[in-house]
Nanobody
Framework: QVQLVESGGGLVQPGGSLRLSCATS????????MAWYRQAPGKQRELVGG???????SFEHSVEGRFAITRDNAKNTVYRKMDSLKPEDTAVYYC???????????WGQGTQVTVSS
């Protein structure tokens, strides 16, 4: 069974930064398009940004320019750097396969990000 383990969340003030990590046991990780998703209270889970196997990234409009995604194929890990955080970024963040390129694995537990003063 594939494991997706997100970490790095926490409480941060508006304008602050966080770096999230997602360690996976995905086979052939290097050729998978991976993505970060988030789910805010009372809302559906949404795609926030993805990284393809060639390293190209894409982002949802509301986070473009503030978020970055990288990957370390040797460690089967994908990262997300979030800058200039806003209260509306508060959510549980998850990683999984980019749904535009493949099927999801079972979801991990996610990591909570809370942006508040």
């Amino acid at each position: 069974q594939v494991q997706l383990v997100e970490s790095g969340g926490g409480l941060v003030q508006p304008g602050g930064s966080l770096r999230l990590s997602c360690a996976t046991s995905v086979k052939f990780f290097s050729i998978k398009a991976m993505a970060w998703y988030r789910q805010a209270p009372g809302k559906q889970r949404e795609l926030v940004g993805g990284i393809r196997s060639d390293g190209r990234t894409s982002f949802e409009h509301s986070v473009e320019g503030r978020f970055a995604i990288t990957r370390d194929n040797a460690k089967n890990t994908v990262y997300r750097k979030m800058d200039s955080l806003k209260p509306e970024d508060t959510a549980v963040y998850y990683c999984n396969v980019d749904r535009r390129y493949g099927l999801w694995y079972d979801w991990g537990q996610g990591t909570q990000v809370t942006v508040s003063s």
